[in-house]
């Protein structure tokens, strides 16, 4: 069943019982948009995209929470027709139609970021975001699913995994030894075939884990005791990153009860549509943004090009070949700790280069947050650029 009243299309949802589906009203959301059809005189499903759109870009958090339901409320159809085309076609996989159409609804705000008026429709953009979301996720599913928690713990970053441990909980100290425990498996951990699936380590390399942690982390309050707890703790690191990349999913009708959206709603603003002008405006910013993301991968390929051979080779087969710290201390000939400063030091050196130029060219000074956060960018965007190709 089809909704044609503007008051169902952006407050009602899709709920689904076993193989058939019905629409649900948000009371909280019926309220709104009675509300604003009153004071404002709109019928038109347009006038009511562009003015949700605007909301969630302009207003504060609680009026941002408001349109980001009723945008979710008007994508229910459009994610269900994507959802039944996939479902039809992965149809002997373990997932329902549910499943699909939970997945594809997960990164709303995607649509809602990357969105311009002057462009597609605003439904049209959404059902290619929501094919998007469920071929990446499946993609990745197959993926992570015949990864052990060693494989996992070695495909992913260093930023990666601090991100999960926030987003988990932890708190710094916590996420400090637990950050250890991983570098210090990633080091030593070296893999005898770069397949999938790899096995968990043995005691005797569980000990020489244990001793290297203990070294990087001596006599601090909260380390791991034994082999055992670092083992522990990197399990809780692989089973963290699978429940961040792939949560379980909520239906998007659950919006929060928060008393303050009563009291925006009562001011509703009297927006108007963006017009012509506003659009090719956002898409101009966003064509500079790209342009500047191609200048930086341009200003860090020319400065590690001027690199010593012995400094790009070191960058090569650690970035690239997955070599670890201590495989890199034999083919070099140095010490693992002079292997691990080195490596900081070219990161340090490619932070400064981007940060002079940011400095000359975009006449910002840079906070030490920034420069700190630059530091985790820099080396996601060297195991990018000498990992295998990724498509955009």
Same mark, same amino acid.
């Given at each position: 069943m089809t909704r044609s009243d503007p008051v169902d299309v952006f407050s009602t949802f899709l709920r689904f019982d076993g193989a058939s589906t019905r629409w649900i009203c948000d009371p909280r959301l019926r309220r709104s948009m009675l509300i604003s059809i009153e004071k404002l005189g709109q019928q038109k499903e347009a006038f009511w995209i562009n003015y949700w759109l605007d909301a969630w870009r302009t207003q504060p958090s609680v009026a941002r929470q408001l349109a980001l339901g009723h945008l979710s409320a008007y994508l229910q159809e459009g994610c269900l027709q994507v959802a039944r085309r996939y479902h039809s076609r992965f149809g002997n996989t373990r997932y329902g139609l549910e499943d699909?159409?939970? %997945?594809?609804?997960?990164? %709303? =705000? +995607?649509?809602? =970021?990357?969105?311009?008026? @002057?462009?597609?429709?605003?439904? /049209?953009?959404? /059902?290619?975001v929501f094919s998007n979301n469920i071929v990446e996720a499946m993609r990745q599913q197959r993926e992570f699913n015949i990864c052990s928690p060693w494989s996992l713990l070695r495909k992913v970053s260093q930023r990666r995994i601090k991100e999960v441990l926030v987003h988990t909980g932890y708190n710094p100290d916590q996420i400090e030894h637990r950050l250890t425990a991983w570098l210090c498996f990633k080091d030593l951990y070296i893999p005898s075939s770069t397949k999938s699936r790899l096995h968990e380590p043995n005691p005797q390399l569980w000990q020489r884990l244990w001793k290297e942690y203990c070294r990087r982390m001596p006599r601090v309050a909260g380390?791991? &005791?034994?082999? !055992?707890?670092? +083992?522990?703790?990197? %399990? !809780? @690191?692989? /089973?963290?990153? +699978?429940?961040?990349?792939?949560?379980?999913?909520?239906? &998007?009708? !659950?919006? &929060?009860?928060?008393?303050?959206?009563?009291?925006?709603?009562?001011?509703?603003?009297? /927006?108007?549509?963006? &017009?012509?002008? !506003?659009?090719?405006v956002l898409d101009e910013d966003e064509r500079r943004r790209r342009l500047l993301c191609r200048l930086l991968r341009q200003i860090l390929a020319t400065a590690i090009a001027q690199f010593e051979a012995r400094d790009q080779e070191l960058l090569k087969l650690y970035y690239g070949e997955d070599w670890t710290q201590q495989q890199l201390a034999g083919q070099f000939q140095m010490r693992q700790d002079a292997v691990c400063r080195r490596l900081q030091r070219l990161r340090i050196r490619l932070v400064t280069t981007v940060g002079q130029w940011c400095r000359q060219h975009l006449e910002a000074p840079l906070s030490e947050q920034v420069l700190e956060e630059m530091d985790e960018l820099i080396e996601e965007w060297l195991e990018q650029s000498y990992g295998p190709p990724q498509a955009e």
């Amino acid at each position: 069943m089809t909704r044609s009243d503007p008051v169902d299309v952006f407050s009602t949802f899709l709920r689904f019982d076993g193989a058939s589906t019905r629409w649900i009203c948000d009371p909280r959301l019926r309220r709104s948009m009675l509300i604003s059809i009153e004071k404002l005189g709109q019928q038109k499903e347009a006038f009511w995209i562009n003015y949700w759109l605007d909301a969630w870009r302009t207003q504060p958090s609680v009026a941002r929470q408001l349109a980001l339901g009723h945008l979710s409320a008007y994508l229910q159809e459009g994610c269900l027709q994507v959802a039944r085309r996939y479902h039809s076609r992965f149809g002997n996989t373990r997932y329902g139609l549910e499943d699909y159409f939970q %997945i594809a609804m997960a990164r %709303i =705000e +995607r649509i809602l =970021e990357g969105y311009h008026s @002057c462009g597609a429709s605003f439904k /049209n953009f959404a /059902n290619v975001v929501f094919s998007n979301n469920i071929v990446e996720a499946m993609r990745q599913q197959r993926e992570f699913n015949i990864c052990s928690p060693w494989s996992l713990l070695r495909k992913v970053s260093q930023r990666r995994i601090k991100e999960v441990l926030v987003h988990t909980g932890y708190n710094p100290d916590q996420i400090e030894h637990r950050l250890t425990a991983w570098l210090c498996f990633k080091d030593l951990y070296i893999p005898s075939s770069t397949k999938s699936r790899l096995h968990e380590p043995n005691p005797q390399l569980w000990q020489r884990l244990w001793k290297e942690y203990c070294r990087r982390m001596p006599r601090v309050a909260g380390q791991a &005791s034994s082999p !055992e707890q670092l +083992r522990q703790w990197l %399990i !809780e @690191c692989a /089973n963290a990153v +699978r429940m961040y990349l792939f949560p379980t999913f909520q239906a &998007s009708s !659950e919006f &929060s009860s928060d008393p303050q959206m009563d009291d925006w709603m009562e001011q509703l603003p009297q /927006n108007r549509v963006p &017009s012509l002008w !506003e659009g090719l405006v956002l898409d101009e910013d966003e064509r500079r943004r790209r342009l500047l993301c191609r200048l930086l991968r341009q200003i860090l390929a020319t400065a590690i090009a001027q690199f010593e051979a012995r400094d790009q080779e070191l960058l090569k087969l650690y970035y690239g070949e997955d070599w670890t710290q201590q495989q890199l201390a034999g083919q070099f000939q140095m010490r693992q700790d002079a292997v691990c400063r080195r490596l900081q030091r070219l990161r340090i050196r490619l932070v400064t280069t981007v940060g002079q130029w940011c400095r000359q060219h975009l006449e910002a000074p840079l906070s030490e947050q920034v420069l700190e956060e630059m530091d985790e960018l820099i080396e996601e965007w060297l195991e990018q650029s000498y990992g295998p190709p990724q498509a955009e």
